[in-house]
């Protein structure tokens, strides 16, 4: 345990003395939380020796299955790791029953591997470091916000085991009506919006601005611009985590899933990106041709990067139902300022505001590959010295782009032949997320819907 990790611990215990229990997980391919709830009295050994877990913690399908993808767990007799806390996170648990602390982890590969020791070469957390070290190289920062979509449900599924609409806590009558920007609809949830904001205090993370979105009962949550974009993405996961804890106190059910209806708009991650330099100055900002070139190719590597990067934006299978036209969510590589129809758009606003906001991305996708992916794009762009294709002025239009996978198995081949993000992103947690997402697709298709009875029975 270094100096630092011992100092941050016993200094945390020291003002919260009460604490009964240290909850420490970390975040896996799919987006799940995943760990032990330890007595207080044992969790130091957390910052001596980290919690040994089996190292496919880091990649179980969305039901908990370990499907051994490419003999990577129990083909190599499902080996533990440590799983070690990550430095300036341990927090309280504002909403526990008892006085709890909560730390995230990241995985360390195992005894035997030639990455032992190291943080894991199947941890997408890693895999983003990674990345941004590319960036060192010339001299710039990505500075970086996270925006979450989500849905508020009904706790109980209807008997069908489909979502329920939210109450209003007003009225109490289901919600049927979409009020995007409602200010009545924050008062009416103000109670579940003010409780998330004091989790989000109690915790250190940077939650912004709460609005109301397309749907009945969608909400959108911001994150503040950090020029750390892993613990951008930590914040995001963090802040999912207090806005599920947060609805449950109203009996609500808060849901990420990218599309959880067809006639309503889905659930996005939208990345706000700009660049700055050593000195703190946001590149695309900067005034005359050097600023509007360097955004015109970060633009342009988005674009040729987009169709190998849907396997990651759309997450799985849920999430490719979200690319449709009409509902806001880009089905071109297009780009175009203050345009919401377009897949990266340039915000309102210049100088020391100028960024690219990236729209593809679903809310229920893995936002350090997301981050990543995204990366790997502008670096490509500015390496390349690309151009961008003609600014859309317009709606970007209702026709899918041929060149872009927009069905979940077509996207995972394309993934499999990518050439730019492998330059840009470890090729490990690539290959993995290639073989746990095709491992998921044909367990997926093992199972016979009701849909398929009431169709071909």
Known sequence: MTKAAATEFDTFIKRHPQTVHVDAFLHDLNGNLRGKRLPVAEAAKLWKSGLEMPRCMLFLDPTGDDLN???????????????????????????????TAQILLQMTDPLGDPNHGHPSRYCARAALAETLAHFKRLKLTPVVAVELEFYLFDRDRSTEGLPVAVKNPLTGRPETSKQPYSIDDLDAYGAFIRRVA??????????????????????????????????ACDHAVLLKRAIKAAARVDGHHASFMAKPFLDQAGSGMHIHVSLVDSRGKNLFGESGAKGETLLRQAIAGLQVAMPESMAIFGGNLNGFRRYQPGHNVPITPAWGNNNRSVAFRIPAGGGAARRIEHRVAGADANPYLVMAAVLAGMLHGIEKRLSPTAETKGDAGDDADPNVPFEFTAALDRFAKAKILPRHIAPDILEL???QRRLEMQKFMGTISRQEYDWFL
């Open 433 to 435: 997320m290639r073989d």
């Open 69 to 99: 993808p490419g003999e990577r767990s129990t083909g190599l007799g499902d080996p533990d790791g440590a799983a070690r806390p990550i430095p300036g996170l341990l927090a309280n648990v504002p909403w526990a029953d008892e006085p």
């Open 198 to 231: 004091a989790y989000a205090r109690e915790q250190n993370i940077p939650a912004s601005a709460a609005i109301t979105e397309y749907s009945p009962g969608q909400f959108e949550i911001n994150l503040k611009h950090e020029a750390d974009a892993v613990a």
